[in-house]
């Protein structure tokens, strides 16, 4: 009898644990894409997804120091973050600084919001690039980290991470450039159900849709675009939050973040 009670206890101990982690989505952190020329200054704005009822995050933030060089940090965003507190600068050199934060409550943010800011100077040559991203250095004690926390149940999560890179000039032929070409229009944004992709281009051979983490949701073949200059993409279906629509064509990419809202 008393082997069965402690079994029954167990398993109502594992099926509460199992809610608590399909309250919570997997936070994410995404990293700017550009095309820069050199001698110009960029901007990676460190956004997230699911950054709900953090109560501690940390992790090792790198680029390549022979395509950019590190400025500083700027627009501190929604956290409200101190610098000598949270940033950890002393290997600016080797191209890596260490992000740790510890607010005094939980903190829920909305998706799509800048954590902050990391201005670069370009300097590479061009077709250089070099990622950014959120990583970790085990010798050092520098780990990936987000931690969640629920009716005193703390939840140690990994956070889903979508690099970002700076590309100087041109980028490899599969590589990604942002849509600031005129020749191309994704709205409304944000949108609710649907959006409208007008342009010019008549040679698309895939558009692409992903969510936040990176799965894709959506992807139309050349085949099923039947209007090259007014496509239409229903995500009705589809929960709310961000998305990457990458539109591809026989020498380039193109990518845009949308949000979807609920009307």
Same mark, same amino acid.
């Given at each position: ?5 402690? #079994?029954? @206890? /167990?398993y109502s101990?594992?099926?509460?644990l199992?809610?608590?982690?399909? #309250? ?17 200054? +960029? ?8 950054f ?7 992790f090792?933030?790198?680029? !390549?120091?022979?395509?950019?060089? @590190? ?5 501190k965003?929604k956290?409200?973050?101190? !610098?000598?507190?949270? %940033?950890?600068l *002393?290997n600016?050199s080797?191209?890596?600084?260490? @992000?740790?934060?510890f ?13 902050f800011?990391?201005? %670069?100077?370009? *300097?590479?040559k061009?077709g ?6 959120? !990583? ?5 004690q520098?780990?990936? &980290?987000? +931690?969640? !926390?629920? $009716? $005193? ?6 956070p ?9 000039? &041109? #980028? ?6 942002? /849509? ?10 944000p ?6 992709i ?7 051979? &895939?558009?692409?849709?992903? $969510?936040?983490f ?8 050349k ?6 200059q ?5 995500l &009705? ?13 026989k020498n380039r ?6 949000? *979807?809202?609920?009307?």
């Open positions: 009898m008393l082997k069965v009670m402690k #079994c029954k @206890f /167990l101990i594992v099926l509460i199992m809610f608590v982690m399909t #309250c919570f989505s997997q936070v994410t952190l995404r990293s700017t894409k550009a095309v820069a020329n050199p001698g110009t200054i +960029v901007i990676d704005s460190i956004v997230t997804a699911h709900d009822s953090v109560v501690s995050a940390q090792l933030y790198k680029w !390549d120091t022979s395509v950019v060089t @590190f400025i500083d940090i700027i627009g965003e956290l409200k973050l101190v !610098d000598s507190t949270n %940033f950890f *002393k600016i080797s191209g890596s600084f260490f @992000f740790v934060y607010p005094s409550s939980k903190i829920t943010l909305p998706d799509s919001a800048s954590i800011k990391v201005r %670069f100077y370009v *300097k590479g061009k250089q690039s070099t990622v950014l991203k959120a !990583d970790e250095d085990i010798i050092k520098q780990y990936l &980290e987000i +931690v969640q !926390d629920s $009716n $005193n149940v703390t939840i140690n999560r990994y889903n991470i979508i690099p970002g890179y700076i590309c100087v000039q &041109e #980028c490899l032929p599969n590589s990604i450039s942002t /849509l600031d070409d005129k020749k191309i229009d994704i709205f409304p944004n949108f609710s159900n649907s959006f409208q007008r342009t010019d281009l008549e040679d698309i051979v &895939e558009i692409q849709v992903l $969510n936040a990176g799965q894709v949701t959506l992807n139309l073949s085949q099923n675009i039947e209007n090259q007014e496509i239409n993409i229903n &009705e279906n589809h929960p709310k939050g961000l998305y990457l629509v990458n539109l591809k064509t990419s193109y990518s845009q973040k949308l949000i *979807k809202e609920i009307d």
